[in-house]
């Protein structure tokens, strides 16, 4: 699946530090490489969305993080991004459930 960031979108994660004095500023790119994390987690919606958006749960190589993607398929199935985060808390621990579940399945 390719994710699609208006430029708007793409500007809002690239600035999060702006927002939130030392976060990490996002890469469209690096959620590109989360969304296809072989190990990535598709949450549909995503808890906390409160517009039903999907979330996915990956691992960046680039952002040596694992990121929280929030994005939206439009009515041809194209999905656009949203926003992003690093996961931490309940979405680290369900990437890294996942994780432990794909490597005990492979045994």
Same mark, same amino acid.
Request: net charge negative; hydrophobic share 35%.
């Given at each position: 699946?390719?994710?699609i960031w208006s430029d708007e979108d793409a500007q809002y994660v690239r600035n999060r530090s702006n927002r939130y004095?030392? @976060?990490?500023? !996002?890469?469209?790119?690096?959620?590109?490489? $989360?969304?296809?994390?072989?190990?990535?987690?598709?949450?549909?919606? /995503?808890?906390?969305?409160?517009? =039903? @958006?999907? %979330? /996915? !749960? %990956? /691992?960046?190589?680039?952002?040596?993080?694992?990121?929280?993607? !929030? $994005?939206?398929?439009?009515?041809? %199935? =194209?999905?656009? =991004?949203?926003?992003?985060?690093?996961?931490? %808390?309940?979405?680290? $621990?369900?990437?890294?459930? $996942?994780?432990?579940?794909?490597?005990? @399945?492979?045994?």
């Open positions: 699946m390719e994710l004095p030392s @976060a990490l500023d !996002i890469e469209p790119e690096w959620t590109q490489e $989360a969304v296809d994390d072989e190990h990535c987690v598709k949450l549909n919606p /995503y808890p906390r969305s409160r517009v =039903g @958006a999907t %979330g /996915y !749960i %990956g /691992y960046s190589p680039s952002a040596k993080h694992v990121l929280v993607v !929030i $994005a939206y398929a439009d009515l041809d %199935g =194209g999905m656009h =991004g949203m926003n992003s985060w690093p996961a931490s %808390g309940r979405d680290l $621990a369900t990437y890294r459930k $996942a994780v432990e579940d794909d490597e005990q @399945a492979r045994q």
